[in-house]
């Protein structure tokens, strides 16, 4: 059974810094580029960041580019969310996401909705108060 798990979510002032995780039992995340999306109430999902397999693409909105970075520990079959410089409008329930569609070690999702991928977590709440 397949599982993702995110991690590192919380309350943080503006101008702060979290460190989200995002572990899988069942699946070998190397195996996959990982996208990270957020979904704050009455707003829809978007996507922040994903990362190729091979670790060497990725993608980040304007939103958060420059303040958001996307990294794998391979050995510990964890992706990992920097975010640092938070605002108020970074609150959001954060999901990490991932799918075998993107196998292929170049392969990444662009501004995606969602829909195409499979796996996700269950969510970490991520505050930033101003």
């Known amino acids: 059974q397949v599982r993702m798990m995110e991690s590192g979510g919380g309350l943080v002032q503006a101008g702060g810094s979290l460190r989200l995780s995002c572990t899988a039992s069942?699946?070998?995340?190397?195996?996959?580029?990982v996208a990270w999306f957020r979904q704050a109430p009455g707003k829809e999902r978007e996507e922040v960041s994903c990362?190729?397999?091979?670790?060497?693409?990725?993608y980040s909105p304007d939103s958060v580019k420059g303040r958001f970075t996307v990294s794998r520990d391979n050995d510990k079959n964890t992706v990992f969310l920097q975010m640092n410089s938070l605002k108020p409008e970074d609150t959001a329930t954060y999901y990490c996401?991932?799918?075998?569609?993107?196998?292929?070690?170049?392969?990444?999702?662009?501004?995606?909705?969602?829909?195409?991928?499979?796996?996700w977590g269950q969510g970490t709440q991520v505050t930033v108060s101003s």
């Open positions: 996401a991932t799918d075998p569609y993107y196998s292929s070690g170049g392969a990444f999702a662009v501004s995606s909705g969602g829909s195409d991928f499979g796996y």
């Open positions: 069942g699946l070998p995340l190397d195996d996959y580029a």
């Open positions: 990362l190729s397999r091979s670790g060497r693409y990725q």
